[in-house]
């Protein structure tokens, strides 16, 4: 898998054929995918920490999180960060106010020397939520990346929903968010679904108890017919 797929994932994760006509007025989450280098983490996660205090300071709403992939075919070892906003203007805003201050040029260009820049993408989220809430270490990140006709789009988010609320149902610690890539190169277009679980242990039981669902295999099952999967990924908060 290319790592620009890779990119259009979370976040993760997650991605539709066509731009709703309210598109713009919805969250978007900027992804981008680094490969840190060895014995560098440290210091890019602060760097990461100093970027988003200075969009806490320039004010948008930017909301930085980053993710590393456990489970990601040929991206296991990159990291994702996701950075999420109200809106795209609010996201043009708060873009164009923090590039031009002299602490985050000066912090950006520091990077070069802790991650290779792998690829990038601009996400709009297609079930009505917000920016991605703030997540605790551990917490992991289920990204499933699929191709969806563009007539099927709307029927597939609701789809997603109500898988949520058999989660809700069966008690799970998880919930589903779908997102789609309208600046993503060659990945523009597809659809992302992430799923966000408190831990390792949480997702195995979320797992367990959807797998063992009549109505849930019966949704799953029904899915088939609407969505083409392209890969599964998994990540945690560090």
Do not use: C
Request: proline share 3%; charged share 20%.
């Amino acid at each position: 898998m290319s790592q620009s797929r890779i990119a259009s994932e979370i976040v993760l994760i997650t991605l539709g054929l066509v731009v709703s006509t309210g598109a713009f007025a919805q969250a978007v989450l900027q992804s981008v995918v680094v490969k840190v280098h060895p014995g560098k983490m440290a210091e890019y996660q602060k760097a990461i920490g100093t970027l988003q205090g200075v969009m806490d300071r320039v004010g948008g709403g930017g909301r930085v999180q980053m993710w590393n992939a456990t489970l990601a075919g040929t991206g296991t070892g990159t990291s994702l960060v996701g950075v999420g906003y109200p809106s795209l203007s609010a996201f043009a805003k708060a873009t164009t106010q923090a590039t031009a201050d002299p602490e985050w040029q000066k912090t950006v260009a520091g990077l070069e020397e802790t991650r290779t820049m792998l690829s990038q993408a601009l996400l709009v989220a297609q079930d009505g939520g917000g920016p991605p809430a703030p997540v605790a270490s551990g917490t992991v990140l289920q990204g499933i990346l699929v191709e969806v006709e563009a007539d099927k789009v709307e029927e597939y988010v609701e789809q997603v929903g109500k898988l949520n609320e058999i989660m809700d149902r069966l008690d799970t610690k998880s919930s589903s968010r779908v997102w789609q890539a309208t600046v993503a190169g060659d990945n523009t277009g597809m659809i992302a679904v992430g799923v966000t679980h408190p831990s390792l242990e949480a997702y195995a039981d979320t797992m367990t108890k959807i797998n063992g669902d009549s109505e849930a295999s019966d949704l799953l099952e029904d899915l088939e017919d609407i969505r083409t999967i392209v890969s599964r990924s998994l990540y945690v908060a560090p």
